[in-house]
């Protein structure tokens, strides 16, 4: 059986800056947050690997281009890293030779038909600012961030026509303030929510600043939302995901969509003395400055039930008071990274998005799978035969276009990666690419099974299934 994939759908990847660019060209005193927590704590990076190599794209970008070209790649999404983007972070001079680096990419990319869509900030905020103003702590780094948002539209804005402010704004504090697993492993629930609010204000100042620009292009941010499942029909199990979604998805979604926070999230921030004590000026410029489009990132369901013992007092507020993580039973796994295969949470986000907000256009800007050992399964020609990624793809793709069918604004999907690149703490454990990295000084390339797949995918706007049913 084969599904029509509808013509004007995106079908990309996407990857970042400090995940594959390497070190090479980059001055004293640019290090980002993640280059730091590498060299802190190199020992918890797989192997040793971590973002000083990475796949070396900022001398074979061409390479790497070449190869977009050769799987048809429609769209490719990375960022720009700020760290490297400047010498100076208070007076904002730029690195010109960097500078250089992402005009020449772009135009690479135009010239090669692959469509660029640029992220301001994929976890790449310089150490200097993190030093100096606890970075998205303080307002100071919020005008700076504005600024350098500015100097990006002005130089690239004729040409990238998609951009974004954040990639998943929620993640860094949630490991290192909330949860505490990675360096700097400071816990600090208040600070945790007041990032959450700075990188939504800072959103829509971004979102200002492009649109007082007039350029013919759109803005929005890349969101990793969870889609939230109780473990059972209960009230209780029902207010538990309903607490989760609000702390972890809305806290995104109200002020990034519709311009307004929950009250009952207000209300929650008050009384555990985690609120952000927003201006009505700010307030006024989150109502205005609303997002033009949305990526979505998404891998796996978050499954809740109602918490069975009572929380500690002593212990600072977590959000996990109102609910506890719920294991399913005989759950399909990617054992490589440990995480549940769902396809329905593409279709189930789909509804979710629909009929909680006004129509918004957004497209899927991470899924895919990430495995280890591919070695193992190389062909006689060195060829990864790489199956369960397309099964993983297709599996996925089908609910997304199931949700298109039912009323989604969905735009497109873009695999997450166009190669192997290294991860956080993962590194290059586990590979998600189309392509091939090998860990030789080159870091030689080649085409996965899934990367001919994926051509035909783009070539033929076809999704083929052997058996629709094992699908729904």
Known sequence: MKIAIPENFVIGAASSAWQTEGWKGKKEGQDSFIDSWYKNEKFVWHEGYGPAVATNFYENYTQDIALMKEIHLTHYRT???????????????????????????????????????????????????????DGWSSKKVLELYVKYAKIAFERYGDRVKHWFTFNEPIVVQ??????????????????????NYHKALA????????????????????????????????????????????????VFFDPMITGVYSKELIALCQKHDIYFDPTEKELATIKANTVDFLGINQYYPKRVRAPRYQWNEETPFHPERYYESFDLPGKQMNNSRGWEIYPEIMYDISMYLKTNYPPIPWLITENGMGREQEERYKNKDGIVQDDYRIEYISKHLYQLLRGIEDGSTCEGYMLWAFTDCVSPMNAFKNRYGLVRIELDEKRTRSLKKSAYWYRSLVDERLLSLSNVEEFK
């Open 203 to 250: 959103t829509a100042r971004a979102v200002e600043v492009y649109h007082q620009l007039d350029l013919p292009g759109r803005i929005g941010c890349i969101l990793n939302p969870e889609m939230v499942y109780p473990r059972s029909s209960s009230a209780e199990d029902q207010k538990a995901a309903e607490i989760y979604d609000l702390f972890f998805n809305k």
């Open 79 to 133: 960022s720009i890293n700020w760290s490297r983007f400047f010498t100076d972070y208070e007076e904002l001079n730029v690195d010109e030779e960097y500078a250089k680096h992402i005009d020449d990419m772009i135009n690479e990319q135009i010239q090669a038909g692959v469509e660029p869509m640029i992220c301001l900030e994929h976890y790449e905020v310089p150490k200097y600012l993190m030093d100096k103003y």
């Open 174 to 195: 949630t490991r290192c303030y909330l949860d505490a697993l990675r360096w700097p492993h400071e816990q600090n629930t208040k600070k945790w929510m007041l990032w």
